[in-house]
């Protein structure tokens, strides 16, 4: 008993020692938990913020991307994600190219990086950075400024991050987005602003439950006071029983002495009990007796429970047959709906394919019928545009001869009677004369315009050959003028080399004509490929010649492509205004696109397409 009772008081000692240890743990622990997963997010957060900057980087193209050896990324104050950018940068390429990360403590200093990283927090101006990084093709990545403000905004949402772009401001530095940066892009401010309300939400709910969190921790605390105070109280407790298991060992110390009386009591009863011995022995013969016909019973129930086990044997046997019948009855109802089912879809399946064949023989009906009409206006349309280019060339090569007897008489009347003329005869003489000579060149460059685009026999062409040549042609221009034209690298396309030459030369020759006189003309020629937006697989080479010119009004833009427009007098600038509608024409043969981008007073860049 006393061995039990010190088992037990151990065990109870032991068990408040392990709620000391698991309240302890909690207060020390637990805090540390939550602090440990906070700081975990937020580690997540920064290389995630990483891995968004390295595939905005990824989805924009940069013109000059070949001629560069390292991609140079700049991070702005003294913002902590340059860690996880360099972290990064030892294990990933930016279009094959090792990544370069430079802090810049200043605006002023920016320079020489293809990508830009700012955070709002550090207060930096964004128009500021804008106008400091303009024509720099540096690409602008910002976090939590607002809506359209840089060229890539980004915002933390929850666990992640959401960006908005300024398509324009991205275009207007000479980048090139993806169109799949285009398409998981924030594209209205209403969205943008519900981003900031849920973030702002998000960050209240945070701050609530961390302050949720300090009250349970300090509910946990009180918590922990009151079970040491309990646990101080059995300790007082066990002091006490320990004081009563020393009286209770007293006590058996005392019974032990008092058990040397019973012995001799115990001796008289050894008498009695040989009595009892015989009654005993007798009452055991009589309950052998007993055993045996309780045995010889008991074998007879045993054979009873052998038949009624064979009996369930075979009745469990019989069941299971049952059962296997059952399933396969199951089975095959099974399989008879499905066949139902099959059928049913097989029917359904054969009556829309009929009505998709009537439906097509019938379109097919249509279309052909359709094609017939088409290809009918086609050698109509055809026949008339070779009406209408014989027409041309006939009138303007037949006007030639009226115009040169004009131009030779004018000539033998000035050498012949010009002095019989006064001065207003003369200056008439003057006018017909100029205007014959104008005449005829607006019949040859008509004569030319009807020329274009009758050969289809495409070659390839080397665009940095044609530019070459062209700056041969135009070497006496460029050193009377002082004018600087430039190109990046070109490409190879297929097209007509003539009329490709002649699209570059109207192109330049109107930047060195159309300028203020005090200035020097400046022309840039370059050349991106581009895919189509309707079909990815297929590309095209957006080609752009861009000038320092008197630039074209907006009005006028639309007009500046059709034949014989001209936005000026003779006696400012000298042309036929035929040169636009001749690059356009020879654009169209070779299935492309011109448009033009200017601002008047600052110059004017030309856009064409090529398909590859």
């Not at 949402?157 to 300024?166: A, T």
């Not at 109509?380 to 004009?406: M, R």
Request: net charge negative.
């Amino acid at each position: 008993m006393i061995n039990n009772l010190c088992i037990f008081l151990c065990i109870q000692w032991n068990r408040q020692y392990v709620l000391i240890a698991l309240l302890a743990w909690f207060s020390v622990f637990g805090a540390n938990n939550l602090i440990a997963q906070e700081t975990a997010n937020e580690e997540v957060k920064r290389v995630q913020r990483a891995i968004f900057i390295y595939n905005f980087a990824q989805q924009v193209g940069w013109p000059e991307i070949d001629e560069i050896d390292t991609f140079k990324i700049g991070v702005l104050g003294p913002d902590r994600t340059i860690i996880d950018l360099k972290s990064m940068a030892q294990k990933r390429k930016i279009f094959g190219k090792p990544v370069e990360i430079v802090r810049f403590q200043f605006v002023k200093s920016i320079k020489d990086v293809q990508l830009l990283y700012v955070h709002n927090k550090y207060n930096y101006d964004i128009n500021y950075i804008l106008g400091k990084i303009s024509e720099k093709n540096i690409l602008l990545v910002t976090e939590d400024y607002f809506y359209n403000s840089s060229m890539i905004n980004m915002v933390n949402v929850g666990d992640s991050f959401e960006y908005e772009i300024n398509v324009n401001r991205i275009k207007n530095e000479g980048f090139v987005t993806a169109p799949s940066l285009e398409q998981y892009a924030i594209t209205s401010s209403q969205k943008w602003k519900g981003l900031f309300k849920t973030v702002e939400e998000s960050l209240e709910k945070a701050l609530d439950e961390n302050e949720e969190q300090k009250v349970a921790i300090k509910d946990k605390e009180e918590q922990i006071k009151q079970q040491e105070e309990k646990i101080s109280n059995q300790a007082r407790a066990i002091d006490t029983i320990q004081g009563s298991i020393v009286d209770r060992n007293n006590w058996i110390e005392k019974l032990s002495s008092e058990s040397k009386i019973q012995e001799k009591k115990y001796e008289e009863k050894l008498l009695i009990e040989k009595e009892l011995e015989r009654n005993i022995q007798d009452q055991v013969t009589f309950i052998k007796t007993q055993e045996k016909k309780i045995e010889a019973s008991i074998q007879e129930i045993e054979k009873q429970q052998e038949y009624l086990e064979e009996q369930n044997e075979e009745i469990r046997k019989k069941e299971e047959i049952l059962e296997q019948q059952r399933s396969e009855i199951d089975n095959q109802k099974k399989i008879n709906w499905y066949l139902i089912a099959l059928i049913a879809l097989i029917l359904i399946g054969g009556f829309f394919i009929y009505r998709s064949y009537l439906n097509k023989k019938r379109l097919n009906a249509s279309l052909e019928e359709k094609n017939k009409e088409i290809h009918e206006q086609s050698l109509v349309l055809e026949s008339k545009n070779k009406e209408l280019e014989q027409f041309a060339y006939i009138a303007s090569h037949d006007l030639q001869e009226p115009l040169n007897t004009i131009s030779s008489f004018i000539g033998l009347i000035s050498e012949d009677y010009g002095d019989s003329f006064d001065d207003i005869g003369k200056e008439s003489l003057n006018f017909i004369k100029d205007a014959s000579i104008r005449m005829k060149k607006l019949i040859d460059s008509l004569l030319e315009y009807s020329r274009l685009g009758r050969t289809r026999d495409f070659t390839k062409v080397d665009m940095n050959k044609i530019f070459s040549e062209l700056k041969g042609d135009f070497k006496n221009i460029l050193e009377r003028t002082n004018a600087k034209i430039d190109s990046k690298k070109l490409p190879i396309i297929n097209g007509n080399p003539v009329e490709l030459r002649l699209l570059l030369q109207n192109l330049v020759s109107n930047g060195i004509k159309f300028i203020e006189d005090d200035i020097i003309p400046e022309i840039q020629v370059g050349a991106v490929q581009k895919h189509y937006k309707d079909n990815p697989s297929k590309k095209y080479w957006e080609f752009s010649v861009k000038d320092n010119g008197i630039g074209i009004p907006k009005i006028h833009q639309d007009r500046i492509f059709a034949i014989f427009q001209r936005l000026h007098s003779r006696e400012k600038y000298q042309g036929t205004g035929i040169g636009l509608a001749h690059c356009k024409k020879i654009v169209e043969s070779h299935n492309g696109e011109i448009w033009l981008e200017s601002i008047e007073g600052k110059g004017t860049t030309f856009y064409f397409t090529i398909p590859e």
